[in-house]
């Protein structure tokens, strides 16, 4: 029987004399030392796990969880929630890693003329649309937004509610423009 020592563990090979080990990359077993070819002989590989992975995981959330830190998003639905919910949140320009994603709600919302506004805001929601079929091969329907302007004081925030159809179920969604 022929053993090749590249499939052996270290300290079974470290057993086998060094004037054996350097002048070749098999031996016989019948070639070396009895107590190491017993050893050898009863030497089984270890077998290897195989991991199934039943569950489908569309992408991860950077939340705290009982055992790590990023919560899986497991269904399609829950994922082009939170790929909205991050286009809301981010402002044109201001990705590190791609400064043409986000949305400009912020300059729009500044606008005087309401019908501009309208006329911006819907084109923004016509690239999310496009963005989320894109990536999913699923449409999303924009059932109702409205902005509600938030006076802080020193500042002035715009509250944006978007009511939107993902796979058949109404989300209500809102963010801070």
Do not use: C
Request: glycine letters at 2%; charged letters at 20%; aromatic letters at 10%.
């Amino acid at each position: 029987m022929i053993i090749h020592f590249n499939t052996l563990p270290k300290e079974l090979l470290k057993k086998i004399p060094l004037s054996i080990r350097s002048k070749t990359s098999s031996v016989n077993i019948n070639e070396l030392p009895v107590n190491i070819a017993y050893e050898l002989k009863n030497y089984t590989e270890p077998e290897k796990n195989k991991i199934i992975i039943d569950e489908k995981v569309y992408d991860v959330r950077p939340d705290i969880s009982i055992y790590n830190d990023f919560t899986f998003l497991k269904s399609k639905k829950e994922t082009i929630i939170s790929y909205i919910q991050n286009y809301i949140l981010i402002k044109k320009g201001s990705h590190p890693f791609d400064p043409t994603f986000g949305n400009q709600f912020h300059k729009y919302l500044q606008l005087l003329d309401k019908s501009v506004v309208q006329l911006m805001i819907s084109n923004e929601f016509e690239e999310l649309k496009s963005i989320i079929l894109n990536i999913f091969n699923t449409g999303i329907t924009i059932l109702k937004y409205s902005t509600n302007k938030v006076n802080q004081g020193i500042s002035v925030e715009y509250q944006l509610n978007i009511q939107i159809q993902v796979e058949n179920e109404i989300v209500n969604l809102q963010g801070t423009v």
